[in-house]
């Protein structure tokens, strides 16, 4: 236990007494600092020391020019990381997965085939609608993240006389899966997929926003994953913990038409050197931590297994990454307010001092979501177990 961590127990203890409370107030507003662990996502990291010295440091050129050497290396790393021959920097997944598909549908009339669940289908505002001109045709995706391959055979329309009928052009696998909890996606189901893209003559695009989770939960390189993908977007601004980016990977001659797609969606950046210089940190520094954070989640979850007293349920064993969804089945307590709870200091709860910021999704008021990230320690992830037992065993 950290110094900090007694000096704010005994305050907490002073803070009970009546007599002792104004001199728990005096050492609270100038000695204990909150300690904020933020679960909402992993995209809530700040950048290290490392990475904020590489981008003071970084070389740099206009990269509409193709010039900037830190965005070369990047892309050159992830593009050798993943097995393809190259890499296009872009400044959000979002923008990433948009270019990536405009690639692979890009006549009037054309669709991809994607889960219901998906990233680009529930948090892209449509943009390959509204942006990119593409129909999202939506398949079911199971609860571990996989998509129904009997209901996606059976929506492929590739071609023909009868002219009802969209194009497919792209099948979409999210990997690993967001909405299902972070669940990786095995490179047996890819085989799988990949053996109907040949036969219908379709491309593979994956939303690997989360890549290297998959590949450290399964415990396979990130390339066998992708192996059979035509594109794959990593996000760095994710569990890697940079501060901004994606890196979309492929063919050189897909890469060259994705980068004047990135041009035309505003995203022709100059000097990108600064920005691409952490995604290089966080490649060497932070990529190693993702088991931790897995095993963190892990923990969190079995913690919260305990909670069933509470009204609480969670299904340990889709924890797979670095997400725990748990669900929250009380009249009294809504997920919101639960949120609101634990995001409250309560300096005389145990453990004191701490503000925990979880994520109410959806919206039947019920489930929560709590993501890991080299930022939440494990003994982070003890004390907000301890908070939340503290907040569930009252009665609202
Ligand atoms: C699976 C997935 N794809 C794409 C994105 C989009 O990334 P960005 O927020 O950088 O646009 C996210 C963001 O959380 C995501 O979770």
Redesign the pocket.
Known sequence: MSANTVLKRVAAAFDSSLFLRPLCKLYKTNMASTRVVDMR?D?VTTPTEPMRAAMAGAAVGDDVYGEDPTAIALQGKMASLLGKEAGLFL???????LAALMCHANGRGEEVILGDR???SI??QGAIASLGGIFPRQVRNNPDGTLDLDELVSKIHPGGHDGHYCLTKAIVI?N???FCGGAPISPEYMDKVASIARKHSLKIHV?G??LFNAATALDVEAKELVKHADTV?V?L??GLGAPVG?VLVGSKETIDRCHRIRKALGGGMRQIGVLAAPGLVALETILPLLKTDHENAKLFAQGVAGFGEFGVTVDVERVRSNMVLFSIERDDLRAERFCEFMEEEGSSDSPPFLKARLLAQGTDGKVVRAVFHHQVSREDTEDVLKKMRNILSKKY
Not at 91 to 97: K, Y
């Open positions: 996502s995209t400044p959000t997944g979002t923008m990433s997965n998906s990233h680009i948090w892209e999210e690993t899966q967001n939303d926003a989360r977007s996000c601004s994710k994606s």
